[in-house]
């Protein structure tokens, strides 16, 4: 055990908390003994032992002391959530009148690095904000220019050593952001990245801020307001009741995931800090293990101190911008529950104030509800209370009227036939499709032929495309690809290879194939899309772009014909036309949803066909790992493991081939499996959860293995 973790661990019931200076006396505040709550015990230990993946939690009741925690003091990185402590720093310096939170900026473009936040997207070298301003962004966008600009201003060493002046010695921010060139502790940047904490110094920073001592009453509610603000829905706050208050701060890498917060809740006010590292999911829609672990602790977390339903009742102003439960819904509250008020108040006021129901209370809905007040003979305050709830009657759903309760409670509703003992098993998924894989044929399939969201299956024709001109000219594997930018910052699953740094084509499939690398398809499309024809109308994306997909990451509509990207989907298009491919249609070559991308489990069959005639697409789908050294700019090398994302492979018999998951596919696989010499395709689309998708195919496989066998003779 080393010297700083035995001094956190044999640290006495007291701790130097804060200095006065203005009296010259340091407080010592007594620390709450962990009292380690059995029942909450039992239901958080087992989900942190089955994420894959390091995980610290550390939980508190603020008002009882009642705590849980886990590896609690374990030093973990934490990526933007040591911005909190960066902005307790700048807080400190201020109140100590050694910084004025109310000085100009000025943004230059040196300062702008990429990653989460909006000043370098949205806003041009010369921009002023004042440093108040510049730490509301670091929180609430998790801004990385805008710390880079607060860290100018309070020096980088700052942040650690205010942070050991409060006990918290593991909590240190190395560098800053995206400037690993600037780091103070080159050991530590290796070790921990951008910063490094413990669970429990995390929670006990939240709950001197809870407490009004992480800095001053003033400053701490400041604190509390820019961590309300916080846009992070995707972890902690899933987890919570619709309308519930959380204060917190969160943080993201390809390998860690965590956040950390007060949550406001009708038992009292609870600390919660969840942190995790080298988790083996790395996907960066809201599906991975990591945030689901999050929302899942604070879940569990909100039901043990409240009770098990989580329907917190009236709105709130907290993550989903509504008031706090139990307060009038007023001017300012966002959510859905504003939107239901605004439907409802289009129907009972006379004329109809025809309010956009966009939920978005501002001055027109205010003006409407005291409309109502005045209506009804209640005091026209404009804000929505309890008799005025009470008046307005139930809300209006936005589909068809809610009916009645008793006439719900009455109505007899038909019974469908029992499970037919014969047949393919019952699965999750939306379409199947099984085929025979030494011709192709489709054998059975459900709904096999609509069209629907592909995800990373996407990925078997762009690696087909580059196989067939590999098969043509062997040479091409021992092509060299230098990753552009466009690649390195593409969303989703990656092979994690960065902007200038190159590999040869054959190791790049290997990164595109096994842990399903978005980055590797766009570099691959890149290198060979000159080779191919420009779009024409019937090779063009439908829809190219949507939303869901940046235009860093789709061709957007208009790009040019000549761009490599654009030229590569085109041909993917083609190749589905000449493959026979009805119902597939491509706008990008990896599959983060866009409009107009979608196959049919039939043709992901056919597809796989026709990709496993190319002996090299076999061998690397059936590749269970892969090392790679990658070339930088300037010389420098760098080692990479690549693990295939497609677990079956862990169980003889079966060979590949892709998996896929998005929020619109759902879980989808394609597996190749082998029994007494017979092989089986099986396609599974829009499976209910990613450990769901195997258990459909085991399922389906397993029946198809019985069609298979010759029947006994009467």
Same mark, same amino acid.
């Given at each position: 055990?080393?010297?700083?973790?035995?001094?956190?661990?044999?640290?006495?019931?007291?701790?130097?908390?804060?200095?006065?200076?203005?009296?010259?006396?340091?407080?010592?505040?007594?620390?709450?003994?962990?009292?380690?709550?059995?029942?909450?015990?039992?239901?958080?230990?087992?989900?942190?032992?089955?994420?894959?993946?390091?995980?610290?939690?550390?939980?508190?009741?603020?008002?009882?002391?009642?705590?849980?925690?886990?590896?609690?003091?374990?030093?973990?990185?934490?990526?933007?959530?040591?911005?909190?402590?960066?902005?307790?720093?700048?807080?400190?310096?201020?109140?100590?009148?050694?910084?004025?939170?109310?000085?100009?900026?000025?943004?230059?473009?040196?300062?702008?690095?990429?990653?989460?936040?909006?000043?370098?997207?949205?806003?041009?070298?010369?921009?002023?904000?004042?440093?108040?301003?510049?730490?509301?962004?670091?929180?609430?966008?998790?801004?990385?220019?805008?710390?880079?600009?607060?860290?100018?201003?309070?020096?980088?060493?700052?942040?650690?050593?205010?942070?050991?002046?409060?006990?918290?010695?593991?909590?240190?921010?190395?560098?800053?952001?995206?400037?690993?060139?600037?780091?103070?502790?080159?050991?530590?940047?290796?070790?921990?990245?951008?910063?490094?904490?413990?669970?429990?110094?995390?929670?006990?920073?939240?709950?001197?801020?809870?407490?009004?001592?992480?800095?001053?009453?003033?400053?701490?509610?400041?604190?509390?307001?820019?961590?309300?603000?916080?846009?992070?829905?995707?972890?902690?706050?899933?987890?919570?009741?619709?309308?519930?208050?959380?204060?917190?701060?969160?943080?993201?890498?390809?390998?860690?995931?965590?956040?950390?917060?007060?949550?406001?809740?009708?038992?009292?006010?609870?600390?919660?800090?969840?942190?995790?590292?080298?988790?083996?999911?790395?996907?960066?829609?809201?599906?991975?293990?990591?945030?689901?672990?999050?929302?899942?602790?604070?879940?569990?977390?909100?039901?043990?101190?409240?009770?098990?339903?989580?329907?917190?009742?009236?709105?709130?102003?907290?993550?989903?911008?509504?008031?706090?439960?139990?307060?009038?819904?007023?001017?300012?509250?966002?959510?859905?529950?504003?939107?239901?008020?605004? *439907?409802?108040?289009?129907?009972?006021?006379?004329?109809?104030?025809?309010?956009?129901?966009?939920?978005?209370?501002?001055?027109?809905?205010?003006?409407?509800?005291?409309?109502?007040?005045?209506?009804?003979?209640?005091?026209?305050?404009?804000?929505?209370?309890?008799?005025?709830?009470?008046?307005?009657?139930?809300?209006?759903?936005?589909?068809?009227?809610?009916?009645?309760?008793?006439?719900?409670?009455?109505?007899?509703?038909?019974?469908?036939?029992?499970?037919?003992?014969?047949?393919?098993?019952?699965?999750?998924?939306?379409?199947?499709?099984?085929?025979?894989?030494?011709?192709?044929?489709?054998?059975?399939?459900?709904?096999?032929?609509?069209?629907?969201?592909?995800?990373?299956?996407?990925?078997?024709?762009?690696?087909?495309?580059?196989?067939?001109?590999?098969?043509?000219?062997?040479?091409?594997?021992?092509?060299?690809?230098?990753?552009?930018?466009?690649?390195?910052?593409?969303?989703?699953?990656?092979?994690?290879?960065?902007?200038?740094? *190159?590999?040869?084509?054959?190791?790049?499939?290997?990164?595109?194939?096994?842990?399903?690398?978005?980055?590797?398809?766009?570099?691959?499309?890149?290198?060979?899309?000159?080779?191919?024809?420009?779009?024409?109308?019937?090779?063009?994306?439908?829809?190219?772009?949507?939303?869901?997909?940046?235009?860093?990451?789709?061709?957007?509509?208009?790009?040019?014909?000549?761009?490599?990207?654009?030229?590569?989907?085109?041909?993917?298009?083609?190749?589905?036309? *000449?493959?026979?491919?009805?119902?597939?249609?491509?706008?990008?070559?990896?599959?983060?949803?866009?409009?107009?991308?979608?196959?049919?489990?039939?043709?992901?069959?056919?597809?796989?066909?026709?990709?496993?005639?190319?002996?090299?697409?076999?061998?690397?789908?059936?590749?269970?790992?892969?090392?790679?050294?990658?070339?930088?700019?300037?010389?420098?090398?760098?080692?990479?493991?690549?693990?295939?994302?497609?677990?079956?492979?862990?169980?003889?018999?079966?060979?590949?081939?892709?998996?896929?998951?998005?929020?619109?596919?759902?879980?989808?696989?394609?597996?190749?499996?082998?029994?007494?010499?017979?092989?089986?395709?099986?396609?599974?689309?829009?499976?209910?959860?990613?450990?769901? *998708?195997?258990?459909?195919?085991?399922?389906?496989?397993?029946?198809?293995?019985?069609?298979?066998?010759?029947?006994?003779?009467?």
């Amino acid at each position: 055990m080393s010297a700083s973790r035995r001094a956190l661990t044999t640290r006495p019931a007291l701790f130097w908390l804060a200095a006065l200076p203005a009296l010259g006396l340091v407080l010592l505040v007594p620390r709450v003994p962990t009292c380690q709550a059995a029942g909450l015990a039992d239901r958080l230990q087992p989900l942190a032992e089955r994420h894959a993946g390091q995980v610290a939690i550390s939980v508190k009741h603020l008002a009882t002391g009642e705590s849980y925690g886990y590896h609690q003091d374990e030093p973990m990185p934490t990526a933007s959530l040591i911005k909190f402590p960066v902005m307790a720093t700048a807080y400190q310096l201020a109140a100590d009148g050694r910084l004025d939170l109310n000085q100009m900026l000025t943004l230059r473009d040196e300062d702008q690095v990429p990653g989460s936040g909006i000043l370098t997207t949205h806003f041009s070298p010369g921009t002023r904000i004042s440093l108040r301003d510049a730490i509301r962004l670091m929180i609430a966008w998790s801004d990385n220019t805008a710390t880079n600009l607060v860290l100018d201003a309070i020096g980088i060493e700052a942040t650690s050593q205010r942070m050991r002046e409060l006990g918290c010695e593991q909590t240190r921010i190395h560098a800053k952001v995206f400037r690993r060139d600037t780091s103070i502790d080159p050991e530590r940047s290796r070790q921990f990245g951008l910063g490094s904490t413990t669970a429990g110094e995390m929670l006990r920073l939240f709950e001197l801020l809870h407490g009004d001592q992480l800095v001053s009453p003033e400053a701490s509610r400041s604190m509390r307001e820019h961590l309300q603000a916080c846009q992070d829905g995707t972890k902690l706050v899933r987890g919570l009741p619709a309308g519930a208050r959380i204060a917190h701060k969160s943080g993201a890498t390809s390998t860690m995931r965590c956040d950390a917060g007060l949550i406001d809740s009708p038992a009292g006010t609870l600390a919660v800090c969840v942190l995790t590292s080298d988790n083996r999911d790395r996907r960066w829609d809201a599906d991975n293990a990591a945030d689901q672990l999050c929302a899942e602790v604070a879940r569990v977390v909100w039901q043990h101190f409240n009770g098990d339903a989580l329907d917190v009742g009236a709105a709130g102003e907290g993550a989903a911008g509504e008031g706090a439960a139990g307060e009038p819904l007023r001017l300012g509250a966002m959510g859905e529950l504003v939107e239901a008020l605004q *439907r409802t108040l289009n129907a009972r006021l006379e004329p109809s104030p025809e309010l956009a129901v966009d939920g978005d209370f501002g001055p027109q809905t205010e003006a409407a509800v005291r409309r109502f007040q005045q209506a009804r003979s209640l005091e026209p305050t404009g804000a929505v209370d309890a008799r005025t709830w009470e008046a307005l009657g139930p809300l209006l759903a936005e589909e068809a009227p809610v009916p009645r309760p008793e006439v719900v409670n009455g109505e007899q509703l038909a019974r469908q036939p029992a499970d037919p003992l014969d047949g393919p098993p019952w699965v999750t998924c939306k379409a199947w499709a099984i085929a025979d894989a030494r011709s192709g044929k489709l054998l059975w399939g459900e709904r096999q032929g609509e069209p629907l969201d592909q995800a990373s299956t996407t990925k078997i024709m762009t690696a087909l495309l580059v196989l067939r001109q590999a098969r043509e000219r062997p040479e091409v594997l021992r092509e060299e690809v230098v990753f552009s930018r466009r690649a390195d910052q593409t969303g989703g699953s990656t092979a994690g290879v960065r902007a200038g740094e *190159r590999l040869s084509v054959e190791e790049l499939l290997y990164g595109l194939l096994l842990p399903s690398g978005n980055d590797a398809s766009v570099a691959l499309a890149e290198h060979f899309g000159s080779r191919f024809e420009p779009p024409d109308a019937d090779s063009a994306p439908q829809e190219p772009g949507s939303p869901q997909a940046p235009a860093a990451q789709t061709p957007a509509a208009g790009a040019s014909a000549q761009d490599p990207l654009v030229r590569f989907v085109a041909e993917m298009n083609r190749e589905a036309q *000449r493959l026979e491919l009805k119902q597939t249609r491509f706008a990008n070559p990896h599959g983060l949803t866009a409009a107009g991308h979608h196959a049919s489990a039939a043709d992901l069959a056919r597809l796989s066909w026709h990709a496993l005639q190319v002996p090299l697409f076999r061998q690397y789908v059936n590749t269970r790992q892969r090392g790679c050294t990658l070339q930088g700019p300037g010389g420098y090398q760098r080692h990479v493991v690549w693990k295939n994302t497609n677990q079956l492979l862990g169980t003889s018999g079966y060979l590949g081939v892709k998996t896929g998951t998005t929020t619109a596919a759902g879980a989808c696989l394609v597996s190749l499996g082998e029994r007494a010499g017979d092989e089986l395709l099986v396609v599974v689309l829009g499976s209910a959860a990613p450990q769901a *998708r195997y258990t459909d195919t085991r399922n389906l496989l397993r029946w198809a293995w019985l069609q298979r066998q010759p029947r006994p003779e009467p």
